[in-house]
């Protein structure tokens, strides 16, 4: 079992930035590749962003590349989500998820554990 809490989620300005945090605990969380996803009101819980248990391999969603950077820290359990150049249409609910296999995760339904999400609001 893993738990997962995440936090920094809040309004921003379009053009600006916010840095979201996952903090894990439970199993080890270097056993764990971690994913952030996203959902808006109305729609499907969709892909942002993956590391793998080292950290060295990330992958992003076209619409978030070059503005978002995932990383993570194993001696904290903790994921990061640094977001820049923030736009309206971030607008979401953040989520974290946490899946055990040793392979690119990008679907939300083969993600074992998740977080309870972190509202962003982004104003235009």
């Known amino acids: 079992q893993v738990q997962m809490v995440e936090s920094g989620g809040g309004l921003a300005q379009t053009g600006g930035s916010l840095r979201l945090s996952c903090a894990a605990s439970?199993?080890?969380?270097?056993?764990?590749?971690m994913g952030w996803f996203r959902q808006a009101p109305g729609k499907e819980r969709e892909f942002v962003a993956y590391i793998n248990r080292s950290g060295g391999s990330t992958y992003y969603a076209d619409s978030v590349r070059g503005r978002f950077t995932i990383s993570r820290d194993n001696a904290k359990n903790t994921v990061y989500l640094q977001m820049n150049s923030l736009k309206p249409e971030d607008t979401a609910v953040y989520y974290c998820?946490?899946?055990?296999?040793?392979?690119?995760?990008?679907?939300?339904?083969?993600?074992?554990?998740w977080g309870q999400g972190t509202q962003v609001t982004v104003s235009s």
């Open positions: 998820g946490a899946n055990s296999r040793r392979v690119l995760i990008t679907q939300a339904a083969q993600y074992e554990y």
């Open positions: 439970g199993r080890s969380f270097s056993n764990y590749g």
